[in-house]
């Protein structure tokens, strides 16, 4: 399965030992990650943040594995519609890759699907690939 993982995914991975952290486990050990530069350029700006330096380490430890095993796709070129325009990039970004997303934040996806990009929970992820 190719998957997007949205930044906040990797934030909570990063902060805590969790499900978040199963999730990006799961994922570099038996699926296919599909990123862009944006999404990298995101992941970094955010893990970068003063209130994450806690976890600076490992945040950029998950951030360099991410972009080694990724495949790197060019975002499409439409726009979705969602409530928050700074998430349109990982729909574009599944869209071209034929990829699902999965978000830990599922109230800023409003649709189960946006054209052929599902979007998943982490739980539906895991339940779903287990």
């Known amino acids: ?6 930044c906040n995914v990797l934030i909570s991975a990063g902060q805590t030992d969790g499900t978040c952290r199963e999730v990006i486990d799961r994922v570099e050990q ?13 992941y970094k700006s955010v893990a970068g943040r003063p209130r994450l330096s806690p976890y600076s380490s490992i945040l ?3 951030i360099r594995e991410i ?3 990724a495949v790197i796709v060019e975002p499409a070129k439409f726009e979705f519609g969602i409530r928050d325009s700074d998430d ?3 729909l574009a970004t599944a869209t071209v890759g034929d990829a699902v997303l999965i ?5 800023d996806y409003t649709e189960p699907r946006y054209g052929s990009v599902e979007v998943w929970s982490l739980r539906e992820f895991l339940n779903q690939t287990s």
């Open 103 to 107: 978000s830990g934040n599922i109230r």
């Open 30 to 42: 038996r699926h296919q990650i599909i990123l862009s530069t944006p999404i990298l350029s995101e």
């Open 1 to 6: 399965m190719k998957v997007v993982l949205d």
């Open 88 to 90: 349109e990039v990982y």
């Open 67 to 69: 972009d080694q095993l």
């Open 60 to 62: 950029k430890s998950l």
